[in-house]
């Protein structure tokens, strides 16, 4: 497809039930071409499985697994037919070209929803011109996504499964959702419920209309301190020579007086992973290292032998049931390493960075704003530190962090608005 410049396109991301899809439908109220990147991956399923919806009464419990089995084989290649329909060597873009070839040649403004692999937001920031597409991250905390999706499973396992799925990063030609959002330009947040049921749609279509007049260009506003402060937390993580996340943080006082900052890396005078390991980050190689190790063994699962563990880390084996057999898909590396090994990585982490240099000021009632959601580790020394609230913008999967920090009665909230990465853009200075 080739740059249409007239096309003003909001690209939308987030994890499982977080109202990508409502938001799009929303967007459309306000004059929008929908377009679902799941689109067409539901009808490769249907081609794929005759007389089946992807559904779970339909499909069974795996057929949120069987879309994602299927969005991985497209962008690898595997259901390219001609050297003409292939686009050269890359895949990624799959399932965008084939959702875009609607609009070929139209000057709409566009909603793509279903965006999960961050090789696509790369397609579409080149298809359309600087300014012309927008990613927004749309946010829902676990508890809310769950209980808007948990008619479509069978059990909370099955869904936290897929949603593990769905912001891995192993699989090279997988979802990669956290990653998208890393790559956002604007978080909007979704997780209040809409009372009545019929005002979602117009109600979320309000909210986002007043960010896109930004984003256009039609409409100014101040930055609001949340959005100064994620900016100055964020510029610090340019620093970072990190191989994983560069993370930056910034304390700021009750008054929003900053008090001091802090970015992810190896401690002073010790040269990166980068140089030490290879190009290897070191608490990887070594998590790696022991799942390369581990075999022969019998998965958990399904109890099927492999002679060693290679990445992405998933089995592949099958599961037998009364009608048919269906694929394990046990992750060994979530399962075995739930928390990612976290506590052998090398870095002074930019929360702990940060803290130590308030040079013993104290962050009593301080707030700490970071752009990934703090490990178990940082979460003790913000309790230690007697912060209040700790604002972030990516989420790390680690359930345990989250609940230390509850229990101390420490706030948590995602942030919401403009990312870094375009505030200079947005928020021009007026002389």
Known sequence: ?????????????????????????????????RISLSDPIKDKFRELNPSKEPTKDSFGEDW???????????????????????????????????????????DCDIVIDGIRNNSEVESLRKKYRHLHFWLVAVYADYETRWERVKERYPNEKVFKRDDLRDSDEDEKFGQSVQKCVYEADFVFKNEKPIQP??????????????????????????????????????????????????VGALIVDENNIPLSVGYNDNPVRMESCLTLYNGQCYKDMVMESKLEKMGPLYCPKCAKKHESLTKPWICDGTIKTEETKKPCRYNFKSNFFPSRNMELCTAIHAEERAIRSLGGRSAEGCTLYVNTFPCFQCSRYIKDADIKKVVYVEAYPIKEAVDFLKKNGIIIEAFEGFNPRVFNQVFKQIE
Request: glycine share 10%.
């Open 64 to 106: 949120r697994a069987e879309l994602q089995d299927i969005g991985n084989k497209g962008r690898q290649g595997e259901y390219i037919e001609s050297s003409v329909e292939s686009n050269g060597s890359n895949y990624y873009d799959y399932w965008v070209d084939l959702a875009l070839k609607s609009v070929n040649g139209s």
């Open 197 to 246: 049921d019929g005002k979602i749609i117009e109600t979320l279509a309000e909210k986002l209309i007043i960010q896109v007049s930004v984003m256009k260009g039609e409409d100014f506003r101040n930055p609001t301190i949340r959005e100064v402060s994620m900016a100055t937390a964020v510029s610090q993580s340019h620093a970072s020579r990190c191989l994983k996340r560069k």
């Open 1 to 33: 497809m080739t740059d249409t410049p007239k096309n003003f396109v909001i690209g939308l991301t987030g994890s499982l039930g977080s109202g990508c899809s409502t938001l799009s439908r929303a967007l459309e109220s306000k004059g929008f071409k």
